[in-house]
Each structure stands twice: as C-alpha cells, then as structure tokens.
C-alpha cells in the first residue's frame, strides 16, 4: 500500500501576467503525491481570502491556518534562467502545536519552507517517518523593498541531523558553496539539483550523478519541489536511490513542461516516460 504524504509550508500566491496562481513547496509537493496515488495531507498558513476551493487541490487533506497575510511571490526569470524574487507577502509562522496528532505518524514527511515560516522545534515530532527537506525558505531574507535575498542557514544542523533527505539546489548553495560539505556530513541523503545538467546525490562517501530527462521548459518554479516529492515517494517505496533519482527526474520533466502546478503527471503518465513502447 502506498504511505501517507505529508506537507508542510506556505502555500502561495504566485504573481502571473493573468493574476496570482497557487505556489509553494507544500502545494507543489502535495499535488505530486496526489497525482502519484497517496494519501495526501497539508499543514499550512492563508489568509482568509486565499482560494481555499481552487480544484487543483482537491483530495488533498488540508490544516489550514489562518494568517494577516499569505505569502505572495513576484517571480522573474532573466535570459539565463536566473530567478529575481519580490516577497509581496508574508503569511504566518508554523508551530509544532500547530501539526494535528494523527498526522505525527505519516509515512513521509516534507517539509518545504519558503519564508522562513518552519519552526525548527516541529521536525522533532516525526518519530517513525521519512523525513525530507527542502531548506530554501530557510536561507531567504528581503530587505525594506522586499527584494528576496540569500542568507546563511543558521539552524542547518539542527535540522540535518533529524533528516533523511535533504534536496536543494546549486542555485541554493550560490553564496555559501562550502556550506554544502556541511549538509553531506548531517543528513543521510543529500541531492543537489542542477535543472537540465541533473542531480548529484551524496550518501556514506559515495557520490552518484544522475541526469536530467529532456524536456520543453516552459515554467521552471516547482520543479524542485516536484522533483523532491517524487524522490521521496520512490526511495520510500523501493529503497534505492538510483532507482529515486531516475523516477523523480521524470516526474520533473513533466512539471516544467506546463505553467505553474497544471502540468504534474499522474502515475500511469510517468510509467509511459519510464518505459516508452
């Protein structure tokens, strides 16, 4: 049978020529596990008017909790696929009273901040599960004009040394590279994303490099967190990290080949791309 899927982060609202659409780690992880056939349960922080019956997230199990504000990205991308972020908005810090009791036990559990909204204390109250990482919302800070900038990630080894997994991005690591020989060291399974060069996977002084699938890129935000969730749900299923690398890569190239969460395959989908006639 396959586990119970939990998320937690901001969902947000991402700025679109045509208006805001949902965005966020835990939305963009939440709807893989629900196209992949799990279970799949949500904690995050909204304001009230946020879209909470928006079809893209039907049969998702969602703990919402209200908020001032949600958090609003201004996302744009220059001619080298560099991303420029404006923070519009900043929703509601997650406390560990804040995870429902019976969520305490689920199989795999992601947690994806992206304002700095994770209290560090909350990882201790996963006893029995898998545990991923997306640390990026932990190593962002903005300044008066709201420009999103990075910063260290204080509280790293507090984190990794209760993680799993931890998946980021070269992008992640820009300003401190080195800090990535201290990640390797205190969680068990660090993947490092590189977009269409691949990934690189550390796990007890072994290195595996993995590549990308081809794909037609036409939106690049959330494939990290696409490519994180299918990682996860794979290397819980089969054990086996070349087997996760491979499965999440393509689940990735499907995500980046539409805008926003439209375009992230179901299963039978990613069984076609796996194994093509």
Same mark, same amino acid.
């Given at each position: 049978m396959p586990s119970d899927f939990l998320a937690i982060g901001h969902f947000c609202q991402d700025v679109t020529p045509n208006g805001y659409t949902i965005g966020g780690g835990?939305? =963009?992880?939440?709807?893989?596990a629900r196209n992949l056939g799990l279970d799949t349960y949500a904690v995050t922080s909204v304001a009230k008017d946020f879209n909470r019956q928006d079809p893209i997230l039907n049969q998702i199990n969602i703990t919402y909790h209200d908020s001032i504000e949600t958090t609003i990205f201004d996302n744009q991308y220059d001619q080298h696929g560099k991303r420029h972020q404006i923070i519009l908005g900043i929703g509601g810090k997650l406390q560990l009273s804040h995870i429902p009791t019976e969520?305490?036990?689920?199989?795999?559990? =992601?947690?994806?901040?992206?304002?700095?909204?994770?209290?560090?204390?909350?990882?201790?109250?996963?006893? &029995?599960?898998? @545990?991923? !990482?997306?640390?990026?919302?932990?190593?962002?800070?903005? &300044?008066? $004009?709201?420009?999103?900038?990075?910063?260290?990630?204080?509280?790293?080894?507090?984190?990794?040394?209760?993680?799993?997994?931890?998946?980021?991005?070269?992008? +992640?690591?820009?300003?401190?590279?080195?800090?990535?020989?201290?990640?390797?060291?205190?969680?068990?399974?660090?993947?490092?994303?590189?977009?269409?060069?691949?990934?690189?996977?550390?796990? &007890?002084?072994?290195? @595996?490099? $993995?590549?990308?699938? $081809?794909?037609?890129? !036409? +939106?690049?935000?959330?494939?990290?967190?696409?490519?994180?969730?299918?990682?996860?749900?794979? =290397?819980?299923?089969?054990?086996?990290?070349? $087997?996760?690398?491979n499965f999440a890569h393509c689940v990735a190239s499907f995500a980046v080949e539409g805008k926003g969460l439209t375009n992230i395959p179901t299963q039978d989908q990613v069984n076609n791309r796996l194994n093509p006639e």
């Open positions: 835990a939305a =963009y992880s939440a709807v893989t969520l305490q036990n689920t199989g795999i559990v =992601y947690l994806c901040p992206i304002a700095n909204e994770i209290d560090s204390e909350l990882i201790h109250c996963f006893k &029995n599960s898998l @545990i991923g !990482v997306t640390p990026q919302g932990w190593m962002r800070q903005w &300044n008066i $004009s709201r420009q999103v900038r990075p910063k260290r990630w204080d509280m790293a080894e507090m984190i990794l040394t209760h993680t799993d997994i931890l998946v980021l991005s070269d992008e +992640d690591i820009l300003a401190n590279p080195k800090d990535l020989n201290m990640y390797i060291q205190w969680a068990k399974i660090v993947v490092l994303t590189k977009g269409k060069n691949g990934a690189t996977l550390y796990e &007890n002084n072994q290195i @595996i490099e $993995s590549p990308a699938y $081809s794909a037609k890129e !036409v +939106d690049p935000t959330g494939a990290g967190d696409v490519f994180a969730a299918a990682f996860l749900i794979n =290397y819980y299923e089969t054990g086996s990290p070349i $087997s996760a690398l």
